[in-house]
């Protein structure tokens, strides 16, 4: 099983701009879907934005038009482009790594603090 690490996390104010990192430590072709996830305190976890090994995107509605996925395959690092943040994206992000069931994993979680 690979590692991920995530990186990017912080505060900013209501408006503004954050980009999240996330890297494997495998090739990134040998996972089907790396995704993005969020976590807000008293919530469950939700997908925020995936892009499989074709490069096939998927977003919340919630995040649409703001967020953007992108990846660098010679770096086996995927970004999430955060723009326009609201508070309600305040959350701990979370890396997952879907190679097909039951091979996944997660990464440690970087927290986004988004004050209005």
């Known amino acids: 099983q690979g590692q991920l690490g995530e990186s990017g996390g912080g505060l900013v104010q209501a408006g503004g701009s954050l980009r999240l990192s996330c890297a494997t430590s495998?090739?990134?072709?040998?996972?089907?879907?790396m995704g993005w996830y969020r976590q807000a305190t008293g919530k469950q976890r939700e997908l925020v934005a995936s892009?499989?090994?074709?490069?096939?995107?998927k977003y919340a509605d919630s995040v649409k038009s703001r967020f953007t996925i992108s990846r660098d395959t010679s770096k086996n690092t995927v970004y999430l482009q955060m723009n326009m943040l609201k508070p309600e994206d305040t959350a701990v992000y979370f890396c997952?790594?879907?190679?097909?069931?039951?091979?996944?994993?997660w990464g440690q979680g970087t927290q986004v603090t988004v004050s209005s």
């Open positions: 997952n790594a879907d190679k097909g069931f039951p091979f996944h994993y």
């Open positions: 495998e090739n990134i072709f040998s996972i089907n879907t």
């Open positions: 892009i499989t090994s074709g490069g096939m995107t």
